[in-house]
Nanobody, 118 residues
Framework: QVQLVESGGGLVQAGGSLRLSCAASGRIFSNYAMGWFRQAPGKEREFVATISRIDGSADYSDSVKGRFTISRDNAKNTMYLQMHSLKREDTAVYFC???????????WGQGTQVTVSS
């Protein structure tokens, strides 16, 4: 199965931008639906965005819609999350996830920390 490694997290001021990457190795990347999730301290993991393996269509949580953009480059086996207009409430560990069926994710990366300061 595919293995996932996130990168690109860090400390950014409110209103700033970051781009997260999720590099995949192993099986054929294009076969997998991909998504981003996040978990803030003391909270449950929540959905952020997903991108289809079939047509590349994207879906977002209401909290990030219009600010975040998910994309994938199948030639580079990499998925991205471009984040703009970051808010303190975006502070969390961000995880990428993969699955062979749309909406079902059974492969997870180790996470990358995003901290937004005021």
């Amino acid at each position: 199965q595919v293995q996932l490694v996130e990168s690109g997290g860090g400390l950014v001021q409110a209103g700033g931008s970051l781009r997260l990457s999720c590099a995949a190795s192993g099986r054929i990347f294009s076969n997998y639906a991909m998504g981003w999730f996040r978990q803030a301290p003391g909270k449950e993991r929540e959905f952020v965005a997903t991108i289809s393996r079939i047509d590349g269509s994207a879906d977002y949580s209401d909290s990030v819609k219009g600010r975040f953009t998910i994309s994938r480059d199948n030639a580079k086996n990499t998925m991205y999350l471009q984040m703009h207009s970051l808010k303190r409430e975006d502070t969390a560990v961000y995880f990428c996830a993969a699955g062979l069926r749309e909406g079902i994710y059974n492969i997870w990366g180790q996470g990358t920390q995003v901290t937004v300061s005021s």
